[in-house]
Structures are given as structure tokens and as C-alpha cells.
């Protein structure tokens, strides 16, 4: 007999087949918000880096809930995300299959780090990308060329993104040298102020603040946590069979009838499972920490101790965060020191939820390898008074 909907339903979603390894490392944006000409010029979307999690102690702000003006804890996940440098502008015309991208116009400088991009193995290349194209800005025809480039993105194209990408650099959690790279949309104004808008930009950095805010709700894309290849019962949670069973129990006890003679598609097979591309709505923004400013430390107006966002002993499988971070509720695609697309929500944000003021109590920084039952150094030395030599 074959599966109900509801008293017996299927075991896993066909939605996500194939279930393959993803076939790019960073997360793709589909789609991007739509545009609205009437507002001013802005940039939809930044990467990040997931660091790790902790916990929060909120107060609800929900009338008619049970929980309203009670204290609630909850899981929130640290993305740091240092600011972004615009290295370039593409611009795309509406056909009748899509976008196709008429002109890209590249910054003049580019830095070690993005040209690594275009390179497979950079220490034995020539690291010759991008000479020849910035002695364009050098030379009278040269910058006559890129203007009428840019003129030509302003007369005709409808969609215009900018190149950016990340200063890998100062990412002291990493050991990849390579930046990562990608195309974010300009929303806001026509096309002339777009093109414009990206071009004041060039070989500056923009930082997270200027794309997102506290308490916005958020798309996260990116790549999940590989799992390698995994059997039927982990991959896809189907039912294991009786323990007498011959010759294993963790399988599908029938893949499919005599006939058709072939095995349908919507049978659970082991395989690949994680590392897969996948897209999380509605990620709520409660906090956003700059580096060098107050915001940058754990400190609430209910818990004034003095200490910086990053857990004693540093994040497991990562270190510290010393850059602009995200503070997100709940979880988040990916392990640790994984790259993850940020990027502005697509629906017009209507629900109680989404409108809540998020007013911390309190952010734990108790050490996350093992029990940690201090939140600060100072209070461990206090507690446990002088060690002998």
C-alpha cells in the first residue's frame, strides 16, 4: 500500500532531489528583493562567516501570550562578517530568457587576495590578472572606453549588480588566503543612478550596517554540513526493519513492484547526504556588532560586566571574532568558518514577530568546549582565588 498524507506519509521530501553534493561552496542568491525606483540606491545582500553559537535571555514582548513580558532564552548563532570591497559593476538587459549581462567595468586596484580568485594555483602562477585592464585607467582612451562602457550599462540595462568581495584577511579564524566573490544587486533609482551609485564605490569598503539593521529579518543561503554517504534510515528516515530480519535491518524492505521493472525515483536509496545548497527564510537580526565600538562587546543594560562577544577560550573550531559580527536567532546552514550569503528578505515583513523590538538581557560567554560555568576570565580567578606556581 502506498503512503497517505497525513496517517502515513512519505518518508522525506522530494522537493530536495537530487541530493547531491552541492556544486558551488558558496551560497547562490536566486533571487533577489524586487526592485522599487521611487526608493534610493541600496545594496541587497553581504557574506559572512559563520563563527559558532551561544545563548541569549530575552524579555518577550507579546500581549495575550503567555509569555509576554517573561524571560525567554534562546539559541543564537555569531556571523561575523568584516566589511566588503567593491571591485567592479556588471550590467544586465531583460531578454525574452532571462537576464543576459551586456558590459562588466573592474576597479582600477584590485588586491591579492580577490585576484587569488582567478587562479588555481597562485603560487606558481604568473600573477599576471588585471595588469594589462588597469593600465586602461591610465591612459586618456583608456578611461574614454570605460565612461562609454558605463554610459552604455545607463542606456540600457535593467539590472544592475555590483562585484564585491571579502577581506579574507582578517579573518583570524581562517587559513584561506582566497577571497570569495560575488554579484549584489543595486536596488533603488534608475538605471543611471545604479551605475553611479556602484561606481562610487570602487575599491571601497562597505560594511554590514549599511545593508542590514537590528531586529530586519533575513535570508540565509548557503551550503549544509557534509555528511558523506549515508543508508536509507539516516538519509532519508524511513522505518527500520524487525530485529530478525536476514541480511540487515537498516534498509527498504521493497524498492518497488515487478513491474514497471525499473526502480521509481521516489524510492529512498542510500547516498550522498549534506553538503547540499539550501536557502533558510525569516532569520531575525538581534544584534549588530562593530569592531572598536561598545557594540562589539557582550554587554547588556542588565548585564554591565565588561567582555567581548567571543566565549572563553575562543569559539570551538574557529578562534575569535574580532570584526563586525551578526548576532541571528536560532541556527544556521553550515559548521563552522563556512561562508554563508546574507541577503534582504524577499516578502513585505507584516507578523508580530518580525516587528519586535529585541531588547538582550543578557549574551552567555561562558566557554563552549566542555561545561563552562564562567563567563569571564576575572570571575574564574576570583572563584577558584591563587593558584599555586
Not at 20 to 44: N, Q, W
Not at 256 to 285: C, D, M
Not at 322 to 340: A, E, Y
Request: charged share 30%.
Amino acid at each position: 500500500m502506498s503512503h497517505r498524507k497525513f496517517e502515513h506519509p512519505r518518508h522525506g521530501s522530494l522537493g530536495f532531489l537530487p541530493r547531491k553534493r552541492a556544486s558551488r561552496h558558496r551560497g547562490k542568491v536566486k533571487a533577489f528583493p524586487r526592485d522599487d525606483p521611487a526608493k534610493p540606491c541600496r545594496l541587497t545582500a553581504f557574506l559572512g562567516y559563520k563563527a559558532g553559537m551561544t545563548h541569549i535571555v530575552r524579555e518577550v514582548e507579546k500581549p495575550g501570550s503567555k509569555l509576554h513580558k517573561k524571560e525567554t532564552c534562546e539559541a543564537v548563532t555569531v556571523i561575523e562578517a568584516p566589511p566588503m570591497i567593491v571591485v567592479g559593476v556588471v550590467g544586465y538587459v531583460k531578454t525574452p530568457r532571462g537576464l543576459r549581462s551586456l558590459s562588466t567595468v573592474w576597479a582600477q586596484h584590485l588586491s591579492e587576495e580577490v585576484k587569488r580568485r582567478f587562479y588555481k594555483n597562485w603560487c606558481k602562477s604568473k600573477k599576471k590578472a588585471f595588469t594589462k585592464y588597469s593600465k586602461k585607467y591610465e591612459s586618456e582612451d583608456g578611461k574614454k572606453d570605460i565612461h562609454a562602457q558605463l554610459e552604455k550599462m545607463k542606456k540600457y540595462c535593467s539590472v544592475i549588480r555590483v562585484l564585491a568581495h571579502t577581506q579574507i584577511r582578517k579573518m583570524k579564524g581562517l587559513k584561506q588566503k582566497k577571497a570569495h566573490l560575488m554579484e549584489i544587486q543595486v536596488n533603488g533609482g534608475d538605471a543611471a543612478k545604479k551605475v553611479d551609485y556602484a561606481y562610487s564605490f570602487f575599491e571601497k569598503q562597505i560594511p554590514v550596517d549599511a545593508v542590514f539593521q537590528k531586529d530586519e529579518m533575513i535570508d540565509i543561503i548557503g551550503v549544509t554540513k557534509g555528511k558523506g554517504y549515508e543508508g536509507v534510515v539516516t538519509r532519508w528516515g524511513v522505518t527500520r526493519l524487525p530485529r530478525k530480519t536476514h541480511r540487515g535491518l537498516r534498509k527498504v524492505a521493497c524498492i518497488g513492484a515487478w513491474h514497471p521493472a525499473r526502480v521509481s525515483f521516489t524510492v529512498a536509496r542510500a547516498g550522498q547526504n549534506g553538503y547540499h545548497h539550501r536557502t533558510e527564510l525569516n532569520k531575525k537580526i538581534y544584534k549588530l556588532g562593530k569592531s572598536g565600538q561598545e557594540s562589539h562587546n557582550a554587554m547588556t543594560e542588565f548585564d554591565r560586566t565588561e567582555k567581548d562577544i567571543t566565549p572563553m577560550g575562543g569559539f570551538p573550531h574557529y578562534g575569535v571574532v574580532k570584526d563586525d559580527f551578526l548576532l541571528i536567532k536560532g541556527c544556521c546552514v553550515g559548521p563552522k568558518k563556512r561562508v554563508v550569503t546574507l541577503r534582504q528578505s524577499l516578502l513585505k515583513q507584516t507578523s508580530r514577530l518580525a516587528m519586535e523590538d529585541i531588547k538582550l538581557k543578557f549574551i552567555d560567554t561562558s566557554s563552549k568546549f566542555g561545561h563552562g560555568r564562567f563567563q569571564t576570565t576575572q570571575e574564574k580567578a576570583k572563584y577558584y582565588g591563587r593558584l599555586k606556581a
